[in-house]
Every structure is written in structure tokens, then in C-alpha cells.
């Protein structure tokens, strides 16, 4: 039979990782109990936009094949010792890990709620409703006092990435006696896997602040991880990248990472509820403002509703694309719906634009006097022109239409690589989405102790 063991919550800001307890705990089961993947180990993202996420917002999955009910409820019970030893050196009060174990094949229920979870809110009585229809293949241990780590697990659970789109991520992890310090790595071989790879490997460098992106900041025990299209980029750049200090282990991680699975498309704006993730076709109503903090607001329509969309002051260059757009022009707007506070409406946090119609910008200016060539001027409505140079006047001369040319051409525009976030899609993978991974897969050549590959 297959089973699925799900992990959240496990960071805290004293350090810890889900990822790195996972990895702990998959290469001691590989080692002791042998046991059969079915899928390379899920980081499964979650909504980003949900008020009480944890720092990464992601759950971590393991798919197995055991022989019988006894040997499932077996490796939970480990796992949940596993987890409770691990968590018990990174105590923190306002975290709340939680570990599942789900029997069988996914229900439709569990698809569903894995789904809602990335791109909308789940509120717990909602899982709870959802758990009982499977009640007979769940165990579930939340270790802190609330339970809301667990929507993270059974959606993490529930969503197998199985029909979608799905990335690839190597994490190396730090020896525990370098955790807070700086991370070391040689710069130049991150630079050197991105002229090699780079086309495979997705944000890995921001050429326009010379730095990094593979580099998180924090006491959490990853040295780096790489992100890219297949397993086998990551293992030729893992091969290829040089860190300046001891690895504990490497791993990797089929995830649903820079796939937009958080947006939903949606038909018009009554349908952009606050944190969800949109995708809606709209014109912009407003001229874009540029305001206090560098950030620019801007209004758009569907026809009947009005609604604010903003990119901040981190999309850098992207601001200046979307302060170039004028009332008229027909956009997609993709984003995180921002709930409305004391002073401002619901937002509509703008992480993707596709300008589809750029449109001209017609003015009306006084002619040109005929005898002279100078400006003229108005009579008042109806009254005609005169000309204040040689006194020409005329009742039959019409304002002239100029079209002022646009600098802003239709397209797709999104920010510059340090303002992704993990579900950000960027363009560059506009064409390579996956549709398709098999039910049964047995990974190889994903697990490194050191650089050296064990399994
Ligand atoms: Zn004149």
C-alpha cells in the first residue's frame, strides 16, 4: 500500500527547517528500513498570502510503498518521535509543528483541499470537515497547542503535483556548528553553474545587484538551494558549485515552486476575495501614482467594478513599466489580493503584467495659423480661433488630433529576480510547464552526504 507522511511548521526563528528534519529522517529510513520511495520527497508551497504563515510557508512530504497497515503506523509513530526530538532544540512558543500520515490513494476531498490551500484561505473547521471523510486512513500529532500546522500537512498531502507544473529544488544543508554564521560559498562558481545551466536553472543570480539569490539569510540550516527544470541541472551544478565550507547533506525536492499554482484565473474583479492569488483581464481606470515609500498604485476596471492594484517599492524597475500605463490600456494583472485596512481598499499586489493593448493617446491641440504658422487661439466654445501673432481669425478651423506615441509596448513584464517569491513563476518558463509526473517513481541520485552521492 502507498502512504504519505506530511511535515509542517517546523522552522522557527531559532533555526530549524521542515526540509532539513525531512532529509534528516529520509536518509536514516533509506539507511535502516530501506524504504520505497514512490516520488522524490514534495516542498509543497503554500498560499503566501494566508495572515498566520510560517517564514517558508511550505510543507514537506514523503510518498512510500509499505507492506501492510502495521509498518504505516510504525514509520509515523518514528516520525513523529523524530520530529519531537528535533523540534525539542528549536522550541518556539508561536510555532505549532504538526506531522500527518494519509493511507491510499489521495481522495478527491484531500485533492481539493490541497488545491485551496495554495491559492486560498483554509480555515481549520474546513479541514476538519474534510479529514473526517478519510477519517479511517488518518493519523495526524500536532506538537504545539494549536492545530494549524496541519492544514499545511493534508494540503501538502493532498496536493501530489501529479497532472501540473512542478520544479525541481537542491537543498545542501550546514553542519550544525555553522548555523548563524555566515555562509560560505565561492561567488564566482554560482556565477559559472548560471553560465552553464542557467537556462534550466531558474533565479539563481540578480545580475542588476550583482548578488545571489541561492543564499538564504537566517539561523535555518540551508547553505543554498538550487532551483531548476530537471533533477539532472541540479546534480551537474551541485557537482559544479563550490562552498567554502562542510555540507551535512544535500537533497532534492520535487516542489510546485515558480509555477503560479497560487493564482486562480478569474472572470472579472467580484471574484478577487482578499488573500487570494488572482489572474484577471482588466483595463486601467486611473493614471498610475507614484507614491511615498517609491511604491505605485494604480486603479483598474472590469467595466463595472474598480478596484487598486500596486507594485512595490521592491519590483525595482518593474514600477516603471507599470507607472507607463494609461487609463485605456488592457492588462492582465496577476497578484495577491491584499485584504482593505483603516486606509486603504482591497490591493491587488501585482507579482506579473501582460500589457495586450497599449492604447494611443490622442490629444486635441489649437492649428496652426495659416497665413502665419503661429499657435492660435481659442474664441471660447464654438467661436473659433485667432491668431495672436497677425490677428487671423477663422470660425471654420478645428482643433487638430495629435496621437502621442506610447513608450510602453505590449508584452509580458515582471520584476527583477530578487523580488520573486517561491510560487512566482518567472517568464523565462513560459512555455516549459510540465503537465505530466508518474504515479510510481522511484528516485535515484537525489540524496548527497557531503558531495559524495549516497542514493
Ligand atoms: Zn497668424
Redesign the pocket.
Known amino acids: 500500500m502507498i502512504i504519505h507522511i506530511g511535515f509542517d511548521d517546523i522552522d522557527s526563528p531559532k533555526g530549524g527547517c521542515t526540509t532539513h528534519l525531512v532529509s534528516k529522517l529520509l536518509l536514516k529510513w533509506i539507511k535502516e528500513r530501506k524504504i520505497e520511495l514512490i516520488d522524490y520527497p514534495n516542498l509543497i508551497r503554500l498560499n503566501p498570502g494566508v495572515p498566520w504563515k510560517t517564514r517558508g510557508n511550505g510543507s514537506v512530504v514523503i510518498r512510500l510503498r509499505v507492506s501492510n497497515y502495521d509498518e504505516a503506523i510504525d514509520l509515523f509513530e518514528e516520525a513523529v518521535e523524530y520530529t519531537e526530538s528535533y523540534t525539542r532544540a528549536y522550541y518556539h512558543p508561536q510555532h505549532q509543528p504538526a506531522i500527518g500520515l494519509y493511507i491510499g490513494e489521495i481522495s478527491n476531498y484531500l485533492k481539493w483541499l490541497g488545491r485551496k490551500a495554495v491559492n486560498d484561505i483554509v480555515p481549520l473547521d474546513l479541514l476538519f470537515r474534510i479529514l473526517s471523510k478519510d477519517k479511517n486512513r488518518i493519523m495526524w500529532k500536532s506538537l504545539g497547542n494549536k492545530k494549524r500546522g496541519l492544514v499545511g500537512v493534508f494540503s501538502g498531502i493532498g496536493n501530489r503535483l501529479l497532472e501540473g507544473d512542478y520544479t525541481f529544488e537542491l537543498i545542501a544543508y550546514r553542519v550544525e556548528e555553522n548555523y548563524g554564521k555566515p555562509r560560505k560559498i565561492d561567488l564566482e562558481s554560482i556565477k559559472e553553474i548560471d553560465k552553464q545551466y542557467g537556462e534550466d536553472l531558474i533565479l539563481n543570480f540578480d545580475y542588476e545587484i550583482n548578488r545571489p539569490l541561492i543564499i538564504p539569510h537566517g539561523p535555518d540550516p540551508v547553505l543554498f538551494g538550487l532551483r531548476g527544470e530537471e533533477p539532472e541541472v541540479l546534480r551537474k551544478s551541485y557537482q559544479l558549485i563550490k562552498p567554502l565550507e562542510p555540507i551535512e547533506q544535500a537533497v532534492i525536492y520535487r516542489t510546485n515552486q515558480h509555477t503560479d499554482q497560487h493564482l486562480a484565473k478569474i472572470p472579472n474583479l467580484s471574484k478577487a476575495y482578499p488573500y487570494r492569488g488572482v489572474w484577471v483581464r482588466v483595463w486601467v481606470y486611473d493614471k498610475p501614482k507614484r507614491i511615498i515609500g517609491g511604491h505605485v498604485l494604480l486603479k483598474v476596471t472590469d467595466g463595472e467594478r474598480i478596484m487598486d492594484a500596486a507594485a512595490y517599492e521592491p519590483t525595482g524597475g518593474f514600477r516603471n513599466i507599470v507607472e507607463k500605463l494609461h487609463p485605456g490600456d488592457e492588462i492582465e494583472l496577476l497578484g495577491m489580493v491584499r485584504p482593505p485596512s483603516s486606509i486603504h481598499p482591497a490591493t491587488i499586489n501585482i507579482e506579473k503584467i501582460h500589457i495586450v493593448t497599449v492604447k494611443p493617446i490622442i490629444r486635441l491641440e489649437n492649428p496652426k495659423?495659416?497665413?502665419?504658422?503661429?499657435r492660435?487661439k481659442s474664441m471660447g466654445r464654438g467661436k473659433g480661433f485667432k491668431?495672436?501673432?497677425?490677428?487671423?481669425r477663422s470660425t471654420t478651423i478645428t482643433k487638430i488630433k495629435k496621437i502621442i506615441p506610447r513608450d510602453l509596448k505590449p508584452g509580458w513584464y515582471e520584476p527583477p529576480p530578487r523580488a520573486f517569491k517561491h510560487l512566482m513563476k518567472p517568464i523565462k518558463r513560459f512555455g516549459k510547464e510540465k503537465q505530466y509526473f508518474p504515479k510510481i517513481y522511484k528516485p535515484k541520485q537525489f540524496i548527497w552526504i557531503d558531495k559524495k552521492l549516497v542514493y
Open positions: 495659423c495659416p497665413i502665419c504658422g503661429a492660435m491668431c495672436p501673432k497677425c490677428g487671423y
